[in-house]
């Protein structure tokens, strides 16, 4: 099983990225991205299921869209309007669909990818 993140880099306040997140060795699992600032906890921010079905944090819905690519087993990040409060690397992980209860809490998920950085200047 992995998981490979990519996609981090610099951007302006404002300005777009994609995060791409590879999958190998799992199917149909669920996968979230998750973001850890300096000095602050981790904390999620989209989750998608084998299905489509997706779920964002508060803080950035209307911005980020989480999507499948099924053919390359590929799950996306899209991040628009970024803000700077958005600095952070960013992990994706995978949970198992047929035990996850609580999409947003990092203890559901088994299986973890190394962190990409994201920073937004302002």
């Known amino acids: 099983v992995q998981l490979q993140a990519s996609g981090g880099g610099v951007v302006q306040a404002g300005g777009s990225v994609t995060l791409s997140c590879d999958v190998s060795g799992l199917n149909n699992w669920d996968i979230g991205w998750f973001r850890q600032a300096p000095g602050k906890e981790r904390e999620s921010v989209a989750s998608i299921t084998s299905g489509g079905s997706t779920n964002y944090a508060d803080s950035v819905k209307g911005r980020f869209t989480i999507s499948w690519d099924n053919v390359k087993n590929t799950v996306h990040l899209q991040m628009d309007a970024l803000k700077p409060e958005d600095t952070a690397v960013y992990y994706c992980?995978?949970?198992?669909?047929?035990?996850?209860?609580?999409?947003?809490?990092?203890?559901?998920?088994?299986?973890w990818g190394q962190g990409t950085q994201v920073t937004v200047s302002s």
């Open positions: 992980a995978a949970a198992n669909p047929w035990t996850i209860v609580l999409r947003h809490e990092a203890y559901e998920y088994e299986y």
